[in-house]
């Protein structure tokens, strides 16, 4: 099996230092006149102010690095507790996020986190882009550090990108949720200082032989199968979020797509010897 690696320009690698994330120290804040936004962000505050008459994303004093930090709350909000949110890039475009043209290692920051009952928590970081072969948007890698427990002083962490495709993105999408179970009103998760850093090449790969997703558009169950074993079988729709995430030891699996929303969605398999593949599926 062949393997040949293309290294990133230098003036690519170069760029890492400036294309970063858009106050990803959340320094900047603006006045929305009920509330403070952070500058480039978009947040669950408009929600929670009109329902709940306060901002579920305030600015906190001092940063981790800097002056400001951000604080986000899962709150009672009407009828049901709204999960405080916050992503970085305009959310009412077609592709939410910020413009980034860089394959970076890794996704780091600094948190604290204050769940109430089983909450948890997830920082989660997206690159895409166009695909010309699949004539698609596709998920390029992933970067996910999920909070299962209390963190009451600052903790930095370093999450590794996975990457799904050997292209370069066009996009980015960085999202904060302080809670991924059942909401309980009250969790708060600080974040500061997110970022990414360093640079890995593009590994051209031997495809996974007879890899298919049928049927394809699908409507309550599709079939992942091969010709030789898998490892693991991840599903992430087009904002990059894992939905589905298997570790298997077949030539295939049956995967239950009847309530996942529908619109496009990338699924990899990992073969035993690391190798993986991608295809698009989309969910009618």
């Not at 970076?104 to 997830?122: C, N, S």
Request: negative net charge; hydrophobic residues 45%.
């Amino acid at each position: 099996m062949r393997h040949s690696t293309l290294l990133i320009p230098a003036l690519l690698t170069a760029s890492l230092a400036s294309a970063q994330i858009p106050n990803g120290g959340f320094e900047t804040w603006t006045n929305n006149v009920n509330y403070m936004e952070p500058a480039q962000w978009w947040t669950t505050n408009a929600v929670t102010h009109q329902l709940a008459g306060t901002a579920s994303c305030v600015p906190g004093t001092p940063g981790a690095v800097g002056n400001h930090h951000i604080a986000i709350t899962s709150m009672t909000a009407g009828t049901i507790v709204e999960v405080g949110r916050a992503t970085c890039g305009d959310e009412i475009t077609g592709y939410p996020g910020f413009p980034y043209a860089a394959r970076p290692a890794t996704f780091e920051g600094q948190v604290q986190y204050a769940p109430q009952g089983g909450d948890a928590a997830m920082v989660h970081a997206a690159l895409w882009g166009w695909n010309s072969q699949m004539t698609a948007r596709e998920v390029i890698a992933v970067a996910t550090f999920n909070i299962t427990a209390a963190i009451p002083t600052w903790q930095p962490f370093s999450i590794p990108f996975t990457y799904l495709s050997g292209n370069t993105p066009d996009t980015a999408r960085v999202f904060i949720e302080a809670s991924m179970n059942t909401p309980v009103d009250g969790t708060t998760i600080l974040v500061d200082d997110l970022h990414f850093a360093g640079a890995v090449g593009v590994m051209e790969t031997a495809p996974v032989a007879g890899f298919s997703v049928q049927p394809n558009p699908v409507a309550d169950r599709a079939w992942v199968t091969a010709t030789e074993p898998l490892a693991r079988i991840t599903v992430m729709d087009a904002s990059g979020r894992v939905v589905l995430d298997h570790p298997v030891n077949a030539l295939g699996a049956g995967l239950d797509t009847d309530q996942w929303v529908p619109g496009v969605y990338a699924v990899r398999v990992l073969t035993r010897d690391g190798r993986s593949a991608v295809q698009r599926l989309v969910k009618r």
